[in-house]
């Protein structure tokens, strides 16, 4: 049965930055799409960020454009979600999704999920 495990949420000032990671057990995330969601408080879970099997295939929502970045490292079996100038609307608690087949936005075409990684943006 394969397992997402996400880390390296935590508290950060506005402007700093983090660099979460998504790594997988009982499966190859090489040939599956990985993306990241995010769910703030009080608010619906939605997409962040995904990379497909080839590397330079990569989403951002627009709110990220330009500050975070996707990639993948296929011998380690992990994709990170590199975040810089965080700010306050940036908290969440923020979660990978595997799936084989190309991008996409939409949490029901995700078949693996991690349990989160908590993200707080405060001063």
């Known amino acids: 049965q394969g397992q997402l495990v996400e880390s390296g949420g935590g508290l950060v000032q506005p402007g700093g930055s983090l660099t979460l990671a998504c790594a997988a057990s009982g499966f190859r995330l090489e040939t599956y799409t990985i993306a990241w969601f995010r769910q703030a408080p009080g608010k619906e879970r939605e997409f962040v960020a995904a990379i497909g099997e080839i590397p330079r295939d990569t989403d951002y929502e627009d709110s990220v454009k330009g500050r975070f970045t996707i990639s993948r490292d296929n011998a380690k079996n992990t994709v990170y979600l590199q975040m810089n100038s965080l700010k306050p609307e940036d908290t969440a608690v923020y979660y990978c999704?595997?799936?084989?087949?190309?991008?996409?936005?939409?949490?029901?075409?995700?078949?693996?999920w991690g349990q989160g990684t908590e993200v707080t943006v405060s001063s």
């Open positions: 999704a595997a799936r084989p087949r190309e991008i996409g936005r939409q949490q029901w075409q995700y078949n693996y």
